[in-house]
């Protein structure tokens, strides 16, 4: 998303909200803009410093092609900084970092622009010393903070900010993206129902390790389903080997998800949602084992399993409490 008008197409309120903004020149101090992964949050607010540093600005809309829109899309504008998380989190280390960093004159204006993405994961001091940096803003400061969920932000910062709430994309028009873009219908489903971004969709497509981990997502499954003593030999030995790094044990955890929503639909006789699993013998078979009521207690866990690892319970530990629950 390069101009307002393409932001309009998947995000027509957001698109009205902060051109109107720009036309009658009020630009928000702060904003925090919150939606899933690949619903624009990054376009979005990469739009916003370019209209703030664009030399040839064209109403709402900048010229994408001048100096400063450039060296904005490349990270690389003395005068736009961008705090990541470092690890799992953003650390005090790097606000204070931040912080010494405005205290100059900009470069090339008297204009500054500071992103946060992954704002979520500030840590307490972190967060409290934005909240300081928000009360006593610049008048040509200003803070774009990104988060995929704004209830984690501290309710005083999001009250200093002018909250910009993205909608999920529609599944049906992105699944007809990715099978133009050459992807069969059952691979668009599973796709659409794991991310909102087409690249990374196409991707995951086509990645030896993704293909690999649904595979031990139905071995896993079916190793419930076996009554064996061997679910925490295969944790340990298969699923942790696989799934290394947390970010990788959300996905295999988001697979479970969907595999398990797959019996339910199965039960309920619901097959045209089905997203991770074909209707097929195979299924049958699950969704005799699995009763409704332990499904929706597994998905129950999974789901809290999801909230621990973004609260830095060691993985580990997450599977294994999540493997004992579905074996109850």
């Given at each position: 998303m390069k101009t307002w008008s393409e932001v309009a197409e998947v995000q027509p309120m957001v698109?009205?909200?902060?051109?109107?903004?720009?036309?009658?020149?009020?630009?928000?101090?702060?904003?925090?803009?919150?939606?899933?992964?690949?619903?624009?949050?990054?376009?979005?607010?990469?739009l916003i410093a370019k209209v703030l540093f664009c030399e040839n600005l064209d109403g709402?809309?900048?010229?994408?092609?001048?100096?400063?829109?450039?060296?904005?899309?490349s990270h690389n504008h003395p005068d736009v900084h961008w705090i990541e998380p470092d690890g799992q989190s953003i650390k005090i280390e790097?606000?204070?970092?931040?912080?010494?960093?405005?205290?100059?004159?900009?470069?090339?204006?008297?204009?500054?622009?500071?992103?946060?993405k992954g704002a979520e994961t500030?840590?307490?001091?972190?967060?409290?010393?934005?909240?300081?940096?928000?009360?006593?803003?610049?008048?040509?400061?200003?803070a774009i903070m990104l988060t995929e969920n704004s209830q984690s932000i501290l309710?005083?910062?999001?009250?200093r900010c002018q909250n910009i709430d993205l909608q999920p994309l529609n599944a049906r028009r992105f699944q007809e993206k990715l099978i133009e873009s050459g992807l069969n219908e059952a691979s668009a489903k599973l796709m659409s129902a794991l991310t909102n971004n087409l690249d990374e969709a196409m991707e995951w497509s086509q990645d030896e390790w993704f293909a690999e981990a649904r595979k031990l997502v139905v071995q896993l499954i079916e190793t419930f389903t076996d009554n064996s003593n061997d679910v925490y030999l295969f944790i340990h030995n298969h699923w942790l080997?696989?799934?290394?790094?947390?970010?990788?044990?959300?996905?295999?955890i988001d697979l479970l998800l969907l595999a398990f929503k797959?019996?339910?639909?199965?039960?309920?006789?619901?097959?045209e949602s089905l997203v991770f699993f074909q209707q097929d013998e195979r299924l049958e078979r699950l969704s005799m084992y699995f009763s409704q009521e332990k499904l929706i207690s597994i998905l129950h866990g999974l789901l809290d399993a999801k909230r621990k690892l973004k609260q830095n319970v060691h993985p580990t530990l997450v599977m294994e409490q999540v493997t004992l629950q579905i074996e109850r």
């Open positions: 698109s009205k909200i902060i051109t109107n903004s720009i036309m009658k020149d009020r630009i928000s101090h702060a904003y925090l803009i919150q939606g899933a992964r690949g619903t624009g949050k990054e376009a979005i607010a990469v709402v809309n900048p010229c994408l092609t001048c100096n400063a829109c450039k060296r904005i899309d790097q606000i204070r970092n931040l912080q010494k960093e405005f205290t100059y004159s900009g470069l090339e204006s008297d204009q500054k622009v500071y992103m946060i500030l840590t307490a001091n972190a967060a409290n010393r934005i909240l300081k940096f928000l009360e006593e803003p610049s008048q040509k400061t200003t309710p005083t910062i999001r009250s080997q696989h799934f290394k790094e947390r970010i990788k044990i959300e996905q295999g797959d019996i339910l639909y199965s039960h309920l006789g619901n097959e």
